[in-house]
């Protein structure tokens, strides 16, 4: 199983969108795939339909004495499952720090789901700290969605400074450009030739479209609710892009 995390320093930059629609485009492509929405705010759960609210303490699951595995929801998509937010949640980096396996204690958790899924998506809230850090030993790749603004970028940079990750730690990091708008010269810019402090972002980027903000009014992934739209094709790109990463 191949774990992908979406994360962000920065808040509203897209990590929920993304980690919905990659999910979906996934499960499109016949791959069992298991979102876990780890943010409080629940997002990923809400579009997909699911309920938020995990039936046992979130301190016991989290601190595996109660299986987790007994919380996944099924969403309308045959081998589409969810691992659903819950408020307590907001606690996650204590709960983590508070674990006796150190920093691969989420690496720990998600292990026993490999069985099931080829596919583990992790919708995270934003912030930089324990999570993070567990972030780097337990997925494959974290995808950062990033605007292309310079204040974008230098968040990027202080997420590399904090984090202080080997070289091949670093390559599982992965920004990509959302939000973008083509008619604005630096956005078309960076698309072209983006600032050295991203590293190598990925080369599919998502535009801004009016579509991504309708999923959670009609809670669908971009696939079902707009087949056609241009931000469809360019997550389809984007999963595109990372399958081809994951399977190199
Ligand atoms: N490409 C896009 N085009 C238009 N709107 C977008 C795009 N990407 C995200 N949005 C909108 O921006 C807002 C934030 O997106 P989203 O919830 O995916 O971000 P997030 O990083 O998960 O936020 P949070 O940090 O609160 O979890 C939402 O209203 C979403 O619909
Ligand atoms: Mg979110």
């Known amino acids: ?16 969108s993304a ?26 759960t809400w579009v997909l339909g699911g309920e938020s609210g995990l039936s046992k303490k979130v301190s016991k699951l989290l601190a595996g004495k109660s299986p987790l595995g007994e919380q996944v929801q099924h969403t309308p998509w045959e081998r589409f499952d969810l691992l659903p937010a819950d408020i307590r949640l907001r606690e996650l980096d204590r709960l983590l720090d508070a674990s006796a396996d150190g920093d691969k204690h989420l690496k ?6 490999g069985e099931e899924y080829g596919l583990m998506i992790l919708d995270c809230p934003p912030g930089l700290s324990t999570l993070a850090e567990q972030l780097i030993r337990a997925a494959d790749r974290i995808l950062v969605p990033t605007i292309p603004s310079p204040l ?6 202080r997420m590399l400074d904090h984090l202080d990750l080997k070289k091949r730690q670093r390559e599982r990091l992965s920004p990509f450009f959302n939000l973008v708008d083509r008619r604005r010269t630096l956005h078309r810019d960076w698309i072209d ?15 801004y479209a009016s579509d991504v903000e309708r999923m959670s009014l009609e809670c669908r992934p971009l696939a079902d609710l707009a087949p056609r739209s241009r931000a469809t094709l360019a997550y389809r790109q984007l999963w595109r892009e990372l399958k081809a990463d994951l399977d190199a």
């Open 108 to 113: 720990r958790l998600i292990e026993p789901f």
């Open 193 to 207: 030739s983006p600032p050295a402090a991203l590293g190598r972002p990925m080369r599919s980027w998502i535009p």
């Open 19 to 44: 980690a919905v629609n990659l999910a979906r485009e996934a499960n499109r492509d016949r791959v069992p795939v298991l979102l876990w929405d780890l943010d409080a705010q629940g997002a990923s």
């Open 152 to 157: 974008s970028v230098q968040a990027f940079s």
């Open 1 to 16: 199983m191949k774990v992908v995390a979406l994360h962000n320093l920065k808040g509203g930059v897209g990590k929920t």
